[in-house]
């Protein structure tokens, strides 16, 4: 079921549950401005220069997170992807 942006019960003050948007667009408001919160904007790519592409248009790039078992796929994004923090996966071992 779609399900987001509930108010968790148990908690005082303005938390919510984890939210997912799916399907965004650049020209969104959510995908251009950083959500403190468990919130996740995404989108689909077809090429890893359109991913890193999409991931560096942003003013703020806090933190990129990155999925990936190639190796070399992983050092690339090290060094194209534009943020303060980067977390990737381990992978599998090679």
């Known amino acids: 079921p779609k399900e987001g942006g509930l108010r968790t019960e148990d908690r005082d003050g303005y938390y ?7 399907d965004c ?4 408001t959510i995908w251009k401005e950083e ?3 468990p919130v996740l904007c995404m ?3 077809n090429t890893e220069e359109e991913a890193i592409e999409l991931a560096n ?4 790039g806090l933190t990129h997170y990155a999925h ?4 070399e796929r992983r050092r690339r994004l090290a060094y194209k992807l534009q943020s303060g923090m ?3 996966n381990q ?3 090679e």
Request: no cysteine; aromatic share 16%.
């Open 57 to 60: 248009d942003s003013i703020y």
């Open 86 to 88: 980067l977390v990737m």
């Open 35 to 37: 959500v403190f919160g």
């Open 91 to 93: 992978g599998e071992p």
């Open 25 to 28: 667009s650049p020209e969104m």
């Open 68 to 71: 990936t078992y190639n190796a």
């Open 16 to 22: 919510v549950r984890p939210t997912i948007f799916a």
């Open 43 to 45: 989108t689909k790519f």
